[in-house]
């Protein structure tokens, strides 16, 4: 049973910067893509970004690119969101999710796993 733990929200003045984490269990996640999605109130979850397993290859949305960094920690199973030069619209509550297999998808209805959330509040 995969099972997926964010942690690291909080609140930040914008401009500033925050770590999240997603400790990772139950699986081995060679084979997994891992990803970031967010959701504001009154408003869909969307995608923010995503990475294979191995790290070879990542993803972002338009809306972070540049400003976020998805990257992973094998020896402690978990996998790490650097949000950099925060903004106001990235005030939501942040999931991480997992799938099976090697194909990218910014769709969270491909997603398999989801942690519980974790909030963050950029304040301007």
């Known amino acids: 049973q995969v099972h997926l733990v964010e942690s690291g929200g909080g609140l930040v003045q914008a401009g500033g910067s925050l770590r999240l984490s997603c400790a990772a269990s139950?699986?081995?996640?060679?084979?997994?893509?891992m990803g970031w999605f967010r959701q504001a109130p009154g408003k869909e979850r969307e995608f923010v970004a995503a990475?294979?397993?191995?790290?070879?290859?990542?993803r972002y949305a338009d809306s972070v690119k540049g400003r976020f960094t998805i990257s992973r920690d094998n020896a402690k199973n978990t996998v790490y969101l650097l949000m950099d030069s925060l903004k106001a619209e990235d005030t939501a509550v942040y999931y991480c999710?997992?799938?099976?297999?090697?194909?990218?998808?910014?769709?969270?209805?491909?997603?398999?796993?989801w942690g519980q959330g974790t909030q963050v509040t950029v304040s301007s």
């Open positions: 139950g699986e081995t996640f060679s084979s997994y893509i």
């Open positions: 999710a997992a799938r099976s297999g090697r194909l990218f998808h910014t769709a969270s209805r491909q997603y398999d796993y």
């Open positions: 990475m294979r397993w191995t790290g070879d290859i990542t």
